[in-house]
């Protein structure tokens, strides 16, 4: 099995104090409530109903960081982080102003890749197309922006489904730059 290590980034949008994520269609998402729905329909006891009606498309959309591999060896972190960030998002800016927050483990029970998570800060000027991904590549994706005051609720809200990074990341930039831009975001 071959794996790649990945990035992911953080974007807060100064201008308009937001945080700007990623939605997209994920298939091991939208096969795991399919399989839920199964069992729900018979009851635990019973063999699953293989005919069941599948959820609606929307059952395998998440909400996640701008994220991407690491497989351009030429490149840096940085530099891949900022390709992604204006591949995905929109945004053009520097590699030099990404700011690395930590990196972990993630996938550990199928990949155990590693990510290294950034922090980004743009402003509307920085915005230089619409984003979306690469669809050449098969990336549909939607921009989303999640207001700085409502990021922690949005983070502990369980009917939204979102990656483990959006809130670990929103519970760093709570305990680490809220104060620098004095608004709470408390839940």
């Known amino acids: 099995m071959r794996t790649h290590d990945s990035v992911s980034v953080l974007i807060f949008n100064t201008t ?24 729900k329909e018979k009851g635990p006891e019973e063999p699953a109903d293989v005919h069941a009606d599948p959820p609606p498309a929307s059952a395998g959309v998440t909400y996640e960081l701008c994220a991407g591999l690491v497989d351009k060896p030429h490149l840096s972190l940085e530099e891949i982080a900022r390709q992604e960030v204006l591949e995905e998002c929109g945004y053009d800016v520097p590699a030099d102003k990404l700011r690395r927050i930590t990196s972990y483990r993630s996938g550990v029970g199928v990949t155990g890749a590693k990510q290294t998570l950034f922090y980004v800060e743009v402003s509307d000027e920085d915005c230089v197309g619409d984003g979306g991904g690469q669809p050449q590549e098969g990336e549909l994706i939607e921009v989303v922006k999640v207001p700085q005051h409502q990021a922690l609720n949005f983070a502990y809200d369980e009917s939204i489904p979102k990656s483990m990074g959006v809130i670990f990341s929103f519970m760093w930039f709570h305990n680490n730059m809220s104060p620098k831009f004095k608004i709470s975001t408390s839940v």
């Open 16 to 39: 308009a104090h937001c945080f700007i994520l990623v939605k997209q269609f994920r298939p091991a998402v939208y096969m795991c409530e399919w399989e839920r729905n199964k069992r």
